[in-house]
């Protein structure tokens, strides 16, 4: 009945290490920033059923990278352009903790999934005079 009020933590681990650079290409024309982090977690559940202790086990990759450029063609137009990408990548299940629901009979270790991510995005900012300013922005995801 303890295992039911006060079920065993998971065993669990998670490493977040990143990166990041930027500066000019073109003195006081051409920037660039790029920076990426990726994150990777693992997850070991132990379960004891009735029908004996099992182990499982859970991966999960996670990807946050950014690219992005500026250009100052001249001090009235500057444009920007920018990329994401942020896919995660799930390897295993991890099943209920409650030991009086049936062990899993299925092979958790293949189940898992990929989730892509990304964005594009561009903008524009021109001032022809300082009373007039357009701006546009673009994105797809």
């Known amino acids: 009945m ?3 009020f006060q079920p065993k933590e998971d065993k669990y ?3 977040a290490p990143s990166a ?3 500066g000019p290409i ?3 024309r051409l920037h660039f920033f790029t920076a990426y982090s990726p994150e990777l977690e693992h997850t070991t559940r132990d379960i004891a059923y009735t029908s004996g202790a099992r182990s499982f086990e859970q991966d999960k990759k996670r990807h946050f990278s950014l ?3 500026d250009y100052a063609a001249s001090s009235k137009l500057q444009v920007n352009g920018s990329y994401l990408w942020s ?3 799930r390897n295993g299940s991890l099943p209920n903790r409650d030991i009086r629901i049936a062990a899993p009979s299925n092979d958790q270790s293949i189940q898992g999934g990929y989730l892509p991510a990304q964005t594009a995005s561009a903008g524009l900012n021109w001032a022809p005079s300082s009373k007039f300013v ?3 922005r673009y994105g797809y995801k």
């Open 2 to 4: 303890a295992d039911f």
């Open 26 to 28: 073109l003195k006081d």
């Open 67 to 69: 690219v992005r450029l």
């Open 87 to 89: 896919p995660s990548k």
């Open 13 to 15: 681990s998670i490493w």
């Open 20 to 22: 990041t650079i930027g």
């Open 134 to 136: 357009f701006s546009a």
